[in-house]
């Protein structure tokens, strides 16, 4: 046992003063009136009372007091199993990058444990963080600060979203040692390599002798990509190796964290990867909007999808008579498409009864006026139509001849000649096609090579800049030798994807409402050119598919901004301030950094996911720095103080009772009974001594009994924004008066909340706006989970947000809050015991518990409110929550003039007096429950009791 305070023990020289002072004090004078003094001496004398107190009482009394004093000097008990030495100023480094997370609380609450030490020797400490800090800020060892005041700093902190950067901590530690500062070096090490390892490792012992404290059973994961294949999406998972066999749950969510489908992956010992493969329906597939690994926290173990991780229903048009199973139309096709897309073939009608991201139409499936149309419809609404040509497609446009033939040395034309008659595809002689053709095209088929041709077959040219296929090498080996052309006209080039060497174009697409047509100018068999023998083919129809589903492909310089990242827990959330663009080609292999969060970048219409296992490579242990500890052996010293304070006070109370019982004459010491005033005035010095005791702040600290448990009052969590923590102050002030003027009840001034340290049992109502940057910790979150249980309703407020699309994930319904308030109310909810929940209808006890009300409006009108179902029989039928987004608090601002500073939209006053009927049926509610909906069944138990 260790003694924080020694110098208290003086006090024991003040034992034998309290000892004199029970056994000096005389008893009180008994006085005794009785004229008869005969009958006086007769009385024999008889003295009740003794001149001190029995000696068991004395020793009690005694213990008491050493117990008071011995707290008082604040003992405790190491429990330090590391045996670290804590006699000098240390410099404190921490890994905190995203290998950390995984024990971050252990983590912190070992370092916890050395700060307490270093604070009680009186040695200051310098702390070193090695993942990079946001902004340009450079990385450096901090000043010498107070533990205390360290372990206040490092108490809410969480570890970083990217690696550790140890050459900038190298440089940092350098600094240090050209200053001259040398001491002992705490290490708190995440165990995972890097290339820098060696010269840190030097740097720190050039300081002094390092103590490298590890956690040995952290789980260090990645989720990698693989292959997304047909059957399955294929993930990898790596990870540190460890001697001992792990089992690890591999979860598959949707945007509203919906789990579809659980995998338990077995990792050998000494395993560094695992294959982990998610076998669903492509319907199931394609709504995954992350996968992450149980029980492991942090950003590395989830992993964002986008659209490059789905599949892409694709429809092939069959029905056609020359489409044989081995080489027909749909043979190459079925095989370019199938490594990257969901493939359906079927009649036109089949396909178009399912969602479809791309429809594809050999030669002549587009026969009839009726499919077109049907297609055409289909188009319009966002879809996208790959067509090739073939002899039906030159017969449907009205041609049949052939171009003649060109000689070889002689000048090439890519028009038929004058006295060939051209139908424009828009003209009334081929309104068979019509709006289904991308670009008008010219009679007949054009023919390169041949008996009749002088020409050679044309190869492919380089793809331009504004092509889907830019970037796709083009075989040598391709070539073309039969085509359908396109009739020449001032904007061909823009609707031209690729053109052949002579310029005649090869692929050709133009806008139709929301969707898109392609022609390919020759056939989906090899009848016309080889291109569907070649590997361009299927990158080709790839580029296609990745257009098909609405997204944009972004041009590989094109810079796609932070749209939402991951913090250090694994939370999406808003990017940091200091988080950049990343340019479109980047995805894939950029590494994450400070400047690029883990999360998802671009608009919504080209978004992409950047995950930490994109490039995190082969991850190894990392070596030892200097003397490797267990982490878990630092652990908080036992405070015997607040023990031995209890034991006193347990102490004072028995010589009290004893006291009574000895005045009461139930007690006898020696023939008398003991004087109980001297027991109660050592009883009152121990008292004041225990509660001027320095080691038992738990129960020595004093609290003004809180306003709330004197009167009702209605509550509200502040969000640390000035502007939204005064609405919210205004709002409840005002519905509190209004309540006051209009119903029996009595409300006082609102109370502002924070969940994890106040007392929350006694508000009836808590109101609680969610702001973008809202985060849950998982203290709130029990607080809130209690309280909801123990019978109080939590009202949530989205402020504008519509709480259903919120949990779909649509941010861009937003009436009147900041961009992130739906994923906010997503991390904020996470944790809570919502029940299953319904809109608020008419039929609901909360909307006749006062007024008899139809619309529930804040600040804005027209959004759902939400509460539990009916029936539920948890905290007898009341809803524990109701989840709105009509921005009430706005609605109800009273300020200090008495004025109303916030419009009601659109109604005006009359929506603001909706606003006041429905938060005064919500205080009721909370106030009295469920008795309105007893009352309905009143007559059937006054029947009852007739009968």
């Known amino acids: 046992m260790i003694l924080a305070a020694p110098w208290v023990l003086w006090a024991f020289v ?41 000696l068991w009482l004395l020793i ?20 330090d199993r590391a045996g670290i030495s804590m006699s000098a100023d240390t410099l404190l480094v921490i890994d905190n990058g995203w290998a950390a997370a995984p024990g971050w609380t252990q983590r912190l609450r070992a370092v916890d444990s050395i700060l307490e030490r270093l604070a009680r020797n009186g040695h200051s400490v310098r702390l070193l963080l090695t993942a990079p800090p946001t902004g340009n800020e450079v990385m450096r060892v901090g000043d010498a600060q107070d533990p205390a005041i360290m372990r206040t700093i490092l108490a809410p902190s969480e570890p970083q979203p990217w690696g550790v950067d140890r050459r900038a901590a190298t440089g940092a530690v350098r600094a240090l040692l050209q200053h001259g500062w040398h001491g002992p070096v705490l290490y708190l090490a995440d165990g995972m390599a890097t290339g820098d390892d060696a010269a840190f490792a030097t740097a720190l012992r050039d300081v002094g002798p390092v103590h490298d404290l590890r956690l040995p059973d952290a789980d260090i994961v990645t989720l990698a990509p693989g292959h997304n294949g047909a059957e399955a999406l294929d993930l990898r998972l790596r990870t540190v190796p460890r001697p001992v066999l792990r089992q690890v749950s591999v979860r598959a969510q949707t945007i509203d964290n919906s789990t579809l489908q659980v995998l338990h992956v077995t990792m050998p010992p000494d395993a560094r990867q695992a294959d982990v493969r998610l076998t669903l329906p492509v319907e199931l ?55 990257g897309a969901e493939l359906r073939e079927g009649t036109l009608d089949t396909l178009l009864s399912r969602p479809l991201s791309i429809l594809i139409a050999p030669d002549g499936t587009l026969g009839s006026p009726d499919a077109r149309h049907k297609v055409e419809e289909w188009v319009r609404r966002g879809g996208t139509l790959i067509r090739f040509s073939g002899p039906l497609l030159v017969q449907a446009a009205g041609g049949t001849g052939i171009a003649p033939p060109v000689p070889a040395d002689g000048p090439r034309t890519d028009t038929p000649p004058a006295e060939t008659t051209s139908r424009d595809i828009h003209g009334a002689n081929t309104s068979v096609a019509d709006t289904l053709l991308p670009v008008p095209l010219m009679d007949g088929e054009r023919v390169l090579g041949g008996a009749m041709s002088w020409s050679k077959p044309e190869h492919l040219a380089a793809f331009d800049a504004r092509s889907p296929f830019h970037d796709l090498p083009v075989p040598a080996d391709v070539t073309v030798s039969k085509q359908v052309l396109a009739r020449p006209s001032t904007d061909l080039d823009t609707h031209t994807w690729a053109r052949l060497v002579d310029g005649t174009p090869l692929v050709t697409h133009a806008a139709l409402g929301a969707g898109q047509v392609v022609l390919f100018h020759v056939t989906s068999t090899a009848d016309w050119s080889n291109l569907p023998l070649s590997g361009l083919f299927v990158g080709m129809l790839q580029r296609l598919g990745e257009r098909a589903v609405g997204i944009e492909t972004p041009a590989d310089q094109s810079l796609l901004s932070p749209y939402m990242t991951l913090d250090g827990a694994g939370v999406e959330g808003p990017p940091p301030a200091g988080a950049q663009a990343v340019r479109a080609d980047a995805f894939g292999h950029i590494a994450v950094s400070a400047a690029h969060p883990p999360g998802l970048y671009g608009p919504r219409a080209s978004r992409r996911a950047l995950n930490i296992g994109d490039d995190a490579g082969e991850m190894l242990p990392q070596q030892p720095v200097g003397t490797v500890m267990d982490l878990r052996g630092q652990t908080p010293d036992l405070a015997l103080g607040p023990i031995l304070a209890v034991l006193a006070l347990g102490l004072v109370l028995v010589d009290g009772i004893a006291a009574i019982l000895m005045r009461s004459g139930m007690i006898r010491a020696g023939g008398g009974r003991t004087n109980g005033r001297r027991a109660g005035l050592v009883s009152a010095v121990i008292l004041a001594a225990l509660a001027s005791a320095p080691s038992a702040p738990a129960w020595a600290e004093t609290r003004d009994v809180p306003g709330a448990a004197l009167e009702t009052r209605l509550g509200y969590i502040i969000t640390n924004h000035a502007d939204i923590d005064d609405v919210s102050r ?121 007024y008899l009300l139809h619309d529930f409006p804040g600040r804005y009108d027209g959004m759902p409110v939400w509460v539990a179902q009916e029936g539920d029989s948890t905290n007898d039928g009341v809803s524990p929550v109701i989840i709105g987004s009509n921005d009430w608090a706005h609605a109800w ?55």
Not at 60 to 76: D, G, K, N, Y
Not at 824 to 843: V, W
Request: hydrophobic share 40%; aromatic share 6%; with cysteine.
């Open 14 to 54: 003040l034992l034998p003063v309290v000892w004199l002072l029970l056994r000096a004090l005389p008893p009180r004078p008994r006085e005794q009136s009785f004229p008869p003094i005969a009958l006086l001496r007769g009385l024999g004398a008889r003295n009740d009372d003794v001149a001190r107190a029995p």
């Open 893 to 947: 601002a009273v300020d200090d003039s008495g004025g109303t500073p916030y419009a009601t939209i659109p109604d005006g006053p009359e929506q603001r007096t909706l606003a006041y009927r429905f938060g005064v049926n919500a205080v009721l509610y909370a106030l009295t429950g469920n008795y309105k909906a007893d009352q309905v069944h009143v007559p059937a138990l006054l029947k009852r009791l007739g009968e």
């Open 60 to 79: 009690l009394r005694c213990m008491a007091v050493v117990l008071v004093i011995t707290a008082c000097a604040q003992p405790f008990i190491t429990r």
């Open 730 to 850: 205004e709002g409840l002030q005002g519905l509190s008066d209004y309540v006051n003027a209009r119903t029996s009840a009595v409300l006082g001034h609102p109370d502002a909340l924070v969940p994890e340290r106040d007392d929350l049992s006694y508000y009836p109502m808590i109101y609680w706006p969610v702001t973008a940057d809202a985060t849950a910790t998982p203290a709130r979150t029990a607080a809130l989970n209690a309280y909801m249980r123990h019978g109080g309703i939590l009202m949530i407020d989205t402020q504008g947000q519509d709480p259903a699309t919120a949990q779909a994930g649509n941010d861009d319904s937003f009436t009147g809050s900041a961009p992130g308030t739906a994923a906010a109310l997503r991390r904020m909810t996470a944790g809570l015991d919502i029940p299953p929940l319904t809109k608020l209808d008419d039929h609901h006890v909360l909307t006749h518990t006062f």
């Open 285 to 339: 597939r394609n709504q995954l909007d992350h996968v992450e690994v149980d029980a492991i926290n942090g950003p590395a173990s989830v992993r964002l999808l986008d659209e490059n991780d789905r599949r892409r229903p694709v429809g092939l048009i069959s029905g056609n008579a020359s489409d044989t199973p081995l080489m027909g139309s749909l043979f190459y096709l079925r095989r370019a498409l199938a490594p």
